[in-house]
């Protein structure tokens, strides 16, 4: 079971920094790929940090690459998406996913998971 339990509810200005947990159950972080991603209005879905199995290699995609970083604490379960400087283009919907994997590196792409968070709105105003 993947719970995304982070409920942000209004608007968040744009600059303030935010933490989104996903608890997990069920899950051994050491063999499992996590990664962040969210959906836009109208827009698939766009990765935006994936960590490998054990946390030994982490990918940030250009558009959060130096104001995300994703984390994981493994005696709580639970991932984190820490998110600063917020941006009206941050606006959507965030989801936490988990894979299975032997690979040393994280899959990319949103089909390559199949453990899901039900997602959050985030909305930031300018």
């Known amino acids: 079971e993947v719970e995304l339990v982070a409920s942000v509810r209004g608007l968040l200005p744009a600059g303030l920094s935010l933490r989104l947990p996903c608890a997990t159950a069920g899950f051994v972080f050491d063999v499992y790929a996590i990664a962040w991603f969210r959906q836009a209005p109208g827009n698939e879905f766009d990765v935006l940090s994936c960590m490998s199995r054990g946390a030994h290699n982490t990918y940030y995609s250009n558009s959060v690459k130096g104001r995300f970083t994703i984390s994981s604490d493994n005696a709580k379960k639970t991932v984190y998406l820490e998110m600063n400087n917020l941006k009206p283009g941050d606006t959507a919907v965030y989801y936490c996913?988990?894979?299975?994997?032997?690979?040393?590196?994280?899959?990319?792409?949103?089909?390559?998971?199949?453990?899901w968070g039900q997602g959050t709105q985030v909305t930031v105003s300018s």
């Open positions: 996913a988990l894979e299975p994997t032997l690979t040393p590196t994280a899959p990319q792409e949103d089909y390559d998971y199949t453990y």
